[in-house]
């Protein structure tokens, strides 16, 4: 029972952050010349976007399940 309570606050709470972030953001460096002992390395900044659809689904699930967990306890 407990554990169906903490699933849904986990649930709940990466649905709220998933609206919040719209996306992850993450740094990589690239090596744009290598000449000899000469190189140049690039910081590019990618986003890895997150779809509102998934929060929503997070949100509702966590939801759902407080909620069955109350009406069968």
Same mark, same amino acid.
Request: proline share 5%; net charge positive.
């Given at each position: 029972m407990?554990?169906?309570k903490l699933i849904a606050v986990i649930l709940i709470a990466i649905g $709220? =952050? *998933?609206f919040a972030y719209q996306? $992850?953001?993450y740094t990589t460096r690239e090596?744009? $010349?290598d000449i000899g002992p000469i190189q140049m390395t690039a910081e590019k900044t990618r986003t !890895?976007?997150?779809p509102p659809i998934v929060g929503a689904i997070a949100l509702v699930g966590g939801i *759902? !399940? !407080? =909620?069955l967990g109350k009406k069968s306890g």
């Amino acid at each position: 029972m407990k554990t169906n309570k903490l699933i849904a606050v986990i649930l709940i709470a990466i649905g $709220i =952050v *998933a609206f919040a972030y719209q996306g $992850i953001s993450y740094t990589t460096r690239e090596k744009v $010349i290598d000449i000899g002992p000469i190189q140049m390395t690039a910081e590019k900044t990618r986003t !890895l976007p997150l779809p509102p659809i998934v929060g929503a689904i997070a949100l509702v699930g966590g939801i *759902a !399940l !407080l =909620v069955l967990g109350k009406k069968s306890g």
